[in-house]
T-cell receptor, first 114, second 117 residues
Framework: KAGVTQTPRYLIKTRGQQVTLSCSPISGHRSVSWYQQTPGQGLQFLFEYFSETQRNKGNFPGRFSGRQFSNSRSEMNVSTLELGDSALYLC?????????????FGPGTRLTVL | AQSVTQLDSHVSVSEGTPVLLRCNYSSSYSPSLFWYVQHPNKGLQLLLKYTSAATLVKGINGFEAEFKKSETSFHLTKPSAHMSDAAEYFCVVIRRDPSGGSYIPTFGRGTSLIVHP
């Protein structure tokens, strides 16, 4: 089985722009979660989608949003980028809803905001 | 509220010696606890998880962890370190957001394991 894939792997944007990141889960997995990893704050949970519905949400501002399609692929959007949004964004998929299930992580998208 | 503290940011061991990575949690009820590993240039991988079935949990690659409620700890151990164990290790607890009801996986800050030949 192919693993979790994320595109693009690297991205450079400027402040004020918006960005969309994509995640394709492992075949058959219906849950996709997104995380932000920074040196300062560590790994933080953004949100989880299961069967096209947001099921769990972390403590991030509304500029961070996501969606999931019928094929379980997910996108994450960040609007009005700030310098502090520079981070590694990780996507994880699992067969069941919630982080109680084993999550399989992708390699991440490295976002740099200038 | 639940949170997790990894007591060491770096742990350095020699190959063949035991490994101990410490994790303490705070919880108002019986927690679900996990250890994940992140190798350089690889995705995070689940090592093991505790979900109240047994206090001693065995994971992959010879790692195990013991849940100690009285000490609110979930330390990760391995009898003999291998060079390939060098990586970043994360202790994770699932907490419930009291305001919205979401279940939020909360990661510790990570412990970097360095293995010397």
């Amino acid at each position: 089985k192919a693993g979790v894939t994320q595109t693009p792997r690297y991205l450079i944007k400027t402040r004020g722009q918006q960005v969309t990141l994509s995640c394709s889960p492992i075949s058959g997995h219906r849950s996709v979660s997104w995380y932000q990893q920074t040196p300062g704050q560590g790994l933080q949970f953004l949100f989880e989608y299961f069967s096209e519905t947001q099921r769990n949400k972390g403590n991030f501002p509304g500029r961070f949003s996501g969606r999931q399609f019928s094929n379980s692929r997910s996108e994450m959007n960040v609007s009005t980028l700030e310098l502090g949004d520079s981070a590694l964004y990780l996507c994880a998929s699992s067969s069941g809803q919630g982080a109680y299930n084993e999550q399989f992580f992708g390699p991440g998208t490295r976002l740099t905001v200038l | 509220a639940q949170s997790v503290t990894q007591l060491d940011s770096h742990v350095s061991v020699s190959e063949g010696t035991p490994v101990l990575l410490r994790c303490n949690y705070s919880s108002s009820y019986s927690p679900s606890l996990f250890w994940y590993v992140q190798h350089p240039n690889k995705g995070l991988q689940l090592l093991l998880k505790y979900t109240s079935a047994a206090t001693l949990v065995k994971g992959i690659n010879g790692f195990e962890a013991e849940f100690k409620k009285s000490e609110t700890s979930f330390h990760l151990t391995k009898p003999s370190a291998h060079m390939s164990d060098a990586a970043e290790y994360f202790c994770v607890v699932i907490r419930r957001d009291p305001s919205g009801g979401s279940y939020i996986p909360t990661f510790g800050r990570g412990t970097s394991l360095i293995v010397h030949p």
